[in-house]
């Protein structure tokens, strides 16, 4: 198991920008591809973006041209920079294994994004 710990949330304006963090307990080249999720109050959790473990990258229709996902095999962290943020970002962001079959890799506490219109 890779533990994982979401941070840089918080509340910004519509329009604002927030960088998110995502610190791995191992090395994440060890899972092929590594996502960002949200979930905001009384939805299910939804994929967000994608990094594989050679850098290719896939985001949601409704943040591609916002939303930038990175890695840092170094440090063992995924990064999301958010820009242009609405209101209807407004969600917990978590990080973690991206595959075809329901990750058996625990969730992290997550983060919370607030966005005010």
């Known amino acids: 198991q890779v533990h994982l710990v979401e941070s840089g949330g918080g509340l910004v304006q519509a329009g604002g920008s927030l960088r998110l963090s995502c610190a791995a307990s191992?090395?994440?080249?060890?899972?092929?591809?590594m996502g960002w999720y949200r979930q905001a109050p009384g939805k299910q959790r939804e994929l967000v973006a994608t990094?594989?473990?050679?850098?290719?990258?896939n985001y949601a229709d409704d943040v591609k041209g916002r939303f930038t996902i990175t890695r840092d095999n170094i440090k063992d962290t995924i990064y999301l920079q958010m820009d242009s943020l609405k209101p209807e970002d407004t969600a917990v962001y978590y990080c973690?294994?991206?595959?075809?079959?329901?990750?058996?890799?625990?969730w992290g506490q997550g983060t919370q994004v607030t966005v005010s219109s």
């Open positions: 990094i594989s473990r050679g850098g290719s990258t």
């Open positions: 191992a090395n994440i080249n060890q899972f092929i591809a």
């Open positions: 973690n294994e991206y595959s075809l079959v329901p990750t058996r890799n625990p």
